[in-house]
């Protein structure tokens, strides 16, 4: 089982990082309308980064995080990309603090979204993060067990703590961020 999950997700990770153009992992939700934010950085890059950049808007900005976000706080106030060889990060930022980061890294297969979303119940913030397993990595996501998770304490901010759900392929991981008792992040991240 753990072979056509990771298979899946290699093929995946390939086409959104690779050859964005096909994104064939979400037929139907690449739109060709201009993203959400235009990256002032964007302007000074190559080409084919700049096509790399914005397949990756895309994808970002059809997907369930950002969907909520803008549900919740409205339009992004900014956003700002870098590269670094075949990385890329990506930065949405909203009202009230809001959050949306995006990393990628085609040479090692990894991958990061992380939502800073104060207000969210922990069931709601539950049902985002697999609605953004199924979205980033294919219909039936990267194998997170969903019923097992394990608790994480961290050094920053003084107070918070994770919930961690492991999967089973590429180190896929889903973490709700809490500050306190109160939900203050989702990341979803994998590396192969």
């Known amino acids: 089982m753990a072979r056509p999950v990771l298979a899946r997700v290699r093929w995946c990770a390939a086409v959104l990082l690779l050859a964005p153009s096909l994104l064939a992992c979400h037929a139907g939700k690449a739109q060709s309308a201009a993203p959400g934010c235009n990256p002032p950085e964007l302007?000074?890059?190559?080409?084919a980064s700049q096509k790399q950049v914005h397949d990756l808007q895309q994808h970002i900005?059809?997907?369930?995080?950002?969907?909520?976000?803008?549900?919740?706080?409205?339009?992004?106030?900014?956003c700002s990309v870098r590269q670094e060889g075949d990385a890329i990060a990506l930065s949405y930022s909203f009202l009230k603090d809001g959050r949306l980061d995006a990393q990628v890294d085609a040479a090692i297969e990894s991958s990061m979204l992380q939502a800073t979303l104060p207000?969210?119940?922990?069931?709601?913030a539950l049902a985002l993060l697999k609605k953004g397993e199924s979205d980033s990595y294919a219909k039936d996501g990267c194998g997170i067990n969903w019923k097992k998770s394990e608790d994480q304490s961290m050094d920053s901010p003084a107070g918070a703590h994770a919930t961690v759900f492991r999967g089973e392929?590429?180190?896929?991981?889903?973490?709700i961020i809490y500050q306190g008792d109160s939900v203050v992040a989702l990341v979803l991240s994998s590396a192969c």
Do not use: I
């Not at 302007?43 to 080409?47: E, I």
């Not at 207000?119 to 709601?124: D, H, W």
């Not at 392929?169 to 973490?175: I, S």
């Open 61 to 78: 900005e059809a997907g369930p995080f950002y969907k909520k976000m803008l549900q919740q706080l409205g339009k992004p106030q900014s």
């Open 169 to 175: 392929a590429c180190n896929c991981q889903a973490r």
């Open 43 to 47: 302007d000074a890059m190559t080409a």
């Open 119 to 124: 207000g969210l119940s922990r069931e709601k």
